[in-house]
């Protein structure tokens, strides 16, 4: 065993755990994921990835003999250095992030520490600021409970993620920077010796995962735990205002006849701005900036003040939907009765998540309006089908056939093998062929050419 590898558990196998953890495993660390659903860890055991992540299966591969799953955390928490909680943070009614599972997995964790020891209990999930403190708290009183007063010395540490899904393995090993919010010197210590692999880039890269050319070493950014806690919520809130922005602007260039992609490339080339994050469409989802977003308006509302930036993305975003059915109301003169093909379910491409997916969105706005709907997608319908029995659609096992006899098609999630789809082959089998491409996905001279009247976002 290297010296600098930690003996540590990942309480929570979703993507950021199990990203987190078996990224750590490859790079040397000796890492037991712990995660109360028997069936998922029944899966990691097999070597099976629950979720639909690029190299995850490989990586778990290679870490194998450092990797561990369990689904007991206080059996497994009492020989680790370092605990990491990536647990869920679903939405409360009010908005505010529920702090209810890192709460019961901190409870957990302390149930099954050592006395004699010392730990760094690190917080990975997105939480409300100042649950550093409120674990702490939860742990003291857990020990106390225990008889443990003062015989157990545990550090709690922050270490929000920058994950995105699809991407996941990849931001891990590659990320931009790492941030940690800490109180002492040992849970920095600690912290930079888990991650020196990353920061230094000594490891070798998996095959499936080579280090992007001209990367260059990631920044550790240190600072206190509040404030790094709210770096998680401001780096999201403000991707999903860039999103919800040149949105608004897509709207205006409708109307005057600009195309948003040439507006967004012209803006992004300025390095004040930057090009990412610039593409209008249907509006954000998945499981991360819908929830963060309302966390951080419900913030402001309990503190008394007005998040009216976050309001507005919020809105924007959500109008995006509406104004997607608008335009295909206009071009179908009305959509009661029609068949209304849509291509794409998952939030964005490279995953099988349909969170606050714009599509299922889109597909329930257009339901309640008595259209008929086809759907496609090449690996989230077997999740549609299971997680979502209520949606009264038709489900179609590749977009010609989704196609055949359709009034529109709807372009919902820009998968790459859309756009080497043939055009002219399914305006053909259309009865009217329009194609509402809510990803700007296509050039819209080229979908003109094959025969559909295109509506693009913006352009
Ligand atoms: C997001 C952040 O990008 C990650 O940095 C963060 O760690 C993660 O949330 C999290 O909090 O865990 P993710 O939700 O996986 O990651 O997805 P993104 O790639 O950010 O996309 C979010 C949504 O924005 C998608 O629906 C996507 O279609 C949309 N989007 C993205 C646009 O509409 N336009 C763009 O230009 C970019």
Wanted: net charge negative; hydrophobic share 40%; glycine share 8%.
């Amino acid at each position: 065993m290297s010296p600098d590898s930690i003996h540590m558990v990942v309480v929570g196998a979703g993507y950021v755990g199990l990203t987190t953890g078996v990224c750590l495993a490859y790079l040397g660390h000796h890492v037991t994921c712990a995660d109360k659903d028997p069936e998922k860890i029944a899966l990691l055991k097999r070597g099976k990835s629950p979720i639909h992540e690029q190299g995850m299966e490989e990586v778990m591969s290679l870490a194998a003999p450092r990797l561990a799953f369990a689904e007991r955390a206080p059996e497994v928490v009492g020989d680790a250095d370092l605990v990491l909680i990536a647990v869920g943070t679903p939405c409360k009614p009010s908005g505010q992030a529920d702090n209810r599972y890192v709460e019961e997995a901190a409870r957990e964790i302390a149930a099954g520490l050592q006395p004699g020891r010392s730990y760094t209990l690190v917080v990975k999930s997105t939480v409300p600021i100042g649950t550093n403190r409120r674990v702490a708290h939860v742990v003291e009183q857990t020990l106390a409970d225990r008889g443990l007063n003062g015989k157990v010395k545990v550090r709690v540490a922050s270490n929000p993620e920058f994950l995105s899904e699809g991407t996941a393995l990849q931001n891990m090993l590659y990320p931009d920077r790492i941030v940690i919010g800490v109180d002492n010197p040992e849970s920095a210590d600690i912290l930079r010796q888990l991650y020196r692999p990353i920061l230094e880039q000594t490891f070798d890269p998996p095959p499936s995962l080579p280090r992007p050319t001209a990367y260059s070493l990631p920044p550790l950014v240190t600072t206190d735990p509040i404030s790094a806690e709210m770096i998680k919520y401001a780096a999201n809130a403000f991707l999903s205002m860039k999103i919800s922005f040149i949105n608004e602007i897509a709207g205006l260039c409708e109307k005057v006849g600009a195309d948003v992609t040439e507006v967004a490339r012209g803006i992004g080339l300025d390095p004040r701005i930057g090009p990412r994050f610039l593409q209008a469409g249907l509006g954000w989802g998945g499981s991360c900036f819908p929830k963060d977003t309302k966390a951080l308006h419900a913030m402001g509302e309990e503190l008394g003040e007005p998040t009216l930036l976050v309001d507005a993305s919020i809105a924007v975003n959500q109008h995006q939907r509406q104004r997607a059915v608008d335009r295909l109301q206009d071009a179908l003169k009305g959509v009661r009765g029609r068949v209304i093909g849509v291509l794409g379910l998952s939030f964005k491409p490279g995953t099988d998540d349909l969170r606050e997916s714009a599509s299922l969105d889109l597909i329930r706005l257009l339901l309640e309006r008595e259209a008929h709907l086809r759907v496609h997608d090449p690996v989230a319908m077997e999740q549609a089908r299971t997680l979502h029995p209520d949606l009264d659609i038709e489900y179609c096992s590749d977009p010609y056939s989704l196609a055949q006899g359709a009034d529109a098609l709807v372009l919902a999630t820009e998968w790459p093998e859309y756009r080497r789809l043939d055009l002219g082959r399914l305006s053909a089998s259309m009865r009217t062929p329009v194609l509402l491409d809510g990803r700007n996905l296509f050039d819209p001279t080229a979908a003109r050419a094959a025969g559909f009247t295109y509506i693009g976002v913006g352009r």
